[in-house]
């Protein structure tokens, strides 16, 4: 379970992060939507430490985390909780993929190199990718390399997984290998927090759509409620534009 009270953030004299609080329960998944430049990454970047929030607090779990008072052994408990795939991938370019994923195991984890090797075969064929172990990322196709991006995510058996854009850096016809692979995750009953602009995705996947703008959550509910029914003029806004018929002129 994820608890989020008032987290604020600001970079020079923007605020970006204006108050946020949300709470995702074990084995949602829990999708944000809504313009550019809200918020969306920074509060996922917020939920793993990887930003410091200037005030606020989140608990993941038992591991409870203020971002003004907590300490550094908290803020990588807190870590530890969470695991992110990047919109970019953002894998060792000098490693194969099975090195990807047993770097954290290995490192963070002190996992024995042979348990890592193990489970990272196991983790990369749950993701399709079994015979792809000794592949550097120049060798993958940009779907194949996020696939290892999620591999590396469940090897770390996290309470929570966090998703920035996993598609947006993808070709189209790629697109599709990983949202099936993120499905799978899902059917798990894992925890997932999910960044994105595939819609339609959102709507078959998460139990809970967050709609953020102007760095606020302006509305949150089931999918066919925030979709069909939303109750805000910003999110019915936000969705008439993304769901605008395309007319062709000549």
Not at 211 to 224: K, L, N, S, W, Y
């Amino acid at each position: 379970m994820i608890v989020i009270e008032n987290i604020r953030k600001s970079f020079a004299s923007k605020e970006i992060l204006k108050g946020i609080h949300l709470t995702v329960e074990q084995g949602d998944v829990a999708v944000i939507i809504g313009p550019s430049g809200t918020g969306k990454t920074t509060l996922l970047r917020c939920m793993n430490g990887l930003e410091k929030a200037d005030e606020g607090s989140i608990t993941i779990d038992q591991v409870h985390y203020d971002y003004k008072k907590s300490s550094k052994k908290q803020l990588l408990a807190l870590r530890r909780k969470t695991a992110m795939v990047f919109q970019h991938y953002n894998l060792f370019k000098n490693k194969t993929a099975l090195e990807n994923i047993t770097e954290g195991l290995i490192t963070v984890q002190k996992v024995p190199k042979a348990d890592a090797i193990l489970t990272a075969k196991q983790q990369l064929k749950s993701v399709g990718l079994e015979g792809k172990e000794d592949s550097y990322p120049n060798q993958l196709s940009g779907g194949q390399q996020q696939r290892v991006g999620i591999a590396r995510a469940l090897a770390m058996k996290p309470s929570v997984i966090l998703f920035d854009e996993p598609t947006s850096s993808l070709d189209p016809e790629l697109v599709g290998e990983v949202l099936s692979v993120m499905k799978q995750v899902a059917s798990r009953g894992i925890t997932m927090v999910v960044v994105t602009h595939e819609m339609s995705f959102a709507q078959t996947i998460a139990n809970k759509v967050i709609f953020m703008d102007g760095g606020t959550i302006v509305e949150q509910g089931p999918p066919r409620e925030v979709f069909l029914s939303p109750k805000e003029a910003a999110t019915k806004r936000f969705l008439d534009c993304i769901y605008q018929p395309f007319v062709y002129q000549i």
